[in-house]
């Protein structure tokens, strides 16, 4: 049997995570790794202590904002992102594993903090419809190498 890659291990564990979601609307999960190893994981969600919007309101969820997420919550990315600079993690140079192809205001976050990879699962044109993804294009657009993540069979 073939040993797992790490893009394989990652994204298996972002999707993990994404599970762990209490949004209703969206549940998406973030790990940013450098030299393969992990220095931060993220999912979406208000901040803490906050609000837990599948048990405040379980039937139509939170208020959505303009993509159709939730309108009070940190996006995965975003939380990740965080997490790691508040704990003096270096990200420059770092690869972003997301299950979800970040929005325009994480591709901000992530050109800006110096992440030079990221690995998407989903992307959010396809599934919407769109010609593209603002944010993949943004992140491309100033160097920043952007997949979508292949199953790998094996
Ligand atoms: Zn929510
Ligand atoms: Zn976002």
Redesign the pocket.
Known sequence: MSKKSFDHIYMHLAADLAARSHCVRAQ?GAVLTKDTRIISIGY?GPPPGTHNCDEEWPEKGCDRDS?G?CSLAL????NAILYASKNGSKIEGSTLYTT?S??????R?ILSSGIKKVLYMDSYAEYKGLPSDE?VDFLRRFGVEVNKYQIEVN
């Open positions: 998406v979406n993509r997420s996006h995965a990315e975003e979800l970040p929005c325009i205001a994480c591709a976050l944010g």
